[in-house]
């Protein structure tokens, strides 16, 4: 296993539109997170998943955010009518525990036209 | 709430020299503490981590910090830089009960021949 996955790594997409990311983790790792990063800007939480189950989500998802990990395995995060204001990275990170180090995906970056 | 500040947006360095970035924390918790480096159009990579233990922590690439429990600080350290350590830093924090990491605006480090 080389690593955190995500798919694709670009993504540009008209206002309105719906998109879909995909995160493959580290296959022994039970937690995955989701973060946005905008430009000059710091990582923000966005969710949390262990195994299967979301046990924490960021006042900034809002309900066009939904992010799922059905099996316990890989993840998606779905953008519904997307906006401008939606353009950003989009990574997302492993880990094997608490308190352990999480390693994070090259990222997807969105741009909204 | 928590929240990690890194005073410095950049920090321009002849290579060579040595550098220090700057991260204090604010938790009423115990606290874990990390440093990530992202390179353009990439994903965050850590270079190091304090969970407990011995205050100096080594890291990857020459990298060292301190964490410094009555200052809340954890600064980053290198006593001779590369023009490859350009790149973007950034401090993040994880504590009391959460799983979320909170992250730094970050700092720019410019490393000039």
């Known amino acids: 296993d080389t690593g955190v996955s995500q798919d694709p790594r670009h993504k540009i997409t008209k206002r309105g539109q719906n998109v879909t990311f995909r995160c493959d983790p580290i296959?022994?790792?039970?937690?995955l997170y989701w973060y946005r990063q905008t430009l000059g800007q710091g990582p923000e939480f966005l969710t949390y998943?262990?195994?299967?189950?979301?046990?924490?989500k960021s006042r900034l998802l809002s309900d066009r955010f939904s992010a799922e990990r059905p099996k316990g395995s890989f993840s998606t995060l779905e953008i519904q009518r997307t906006e401008q204001g939606d353009s950003a990275m989009y990574l997302c990170?492993?880990?094997?525990?608490?308190?352990?180090?999480?390693?994070f995906g090259s990222g997807t970056r969105l741009t909204v036209v | 709430a928590q929240s990690v500040t890194q005073l410095d947006s950049q920090v321009p360095v002849f290579e060579e020299a040595p550098v220090e970035l700057r991260c204090n924390y604010s938790?009423?918790?115990?606290?874990?503490l990390f440093w990530y480096v992202q390179y353009p159009n990439q994903g965050l990579q850590l270079l190091l981590k304090?969970?407990?233990?011995?205050?100096l922590v080594k890291g990857i690439n020459g990298f060292e910090a301190e964490f410094n429990k009555s200052q809340t600080s954890f600064h980053l350290r290198k006593p001779s830089v590369h023009i490859s350590d350009t790149a973007e830093y950034f401090c993040?924090?994880?504590?009391?009960?959460?799983?979320?990491?909170?992250f730094g605006t970050g700092t720019l480090l410019a490393v000039q021949p």
């Open positions: 990170a492993s880990s094997p525990g608490q308190g352990r180090g999480y390693t």
């Open positions: 296959s022994e790792h039970n937690r």
């Open positions: 998943f262990q195994n299967e189950a979301q046990l924490e």
């Open positions: 938790s009423s918790v115990s606290v874990y």
């Open positions: 304090y969970l407990s233990g011995s205050t």
């Open positions: 993040a924090a994880r504590g009391g009960a959460t799983n979320k990491l909170i």
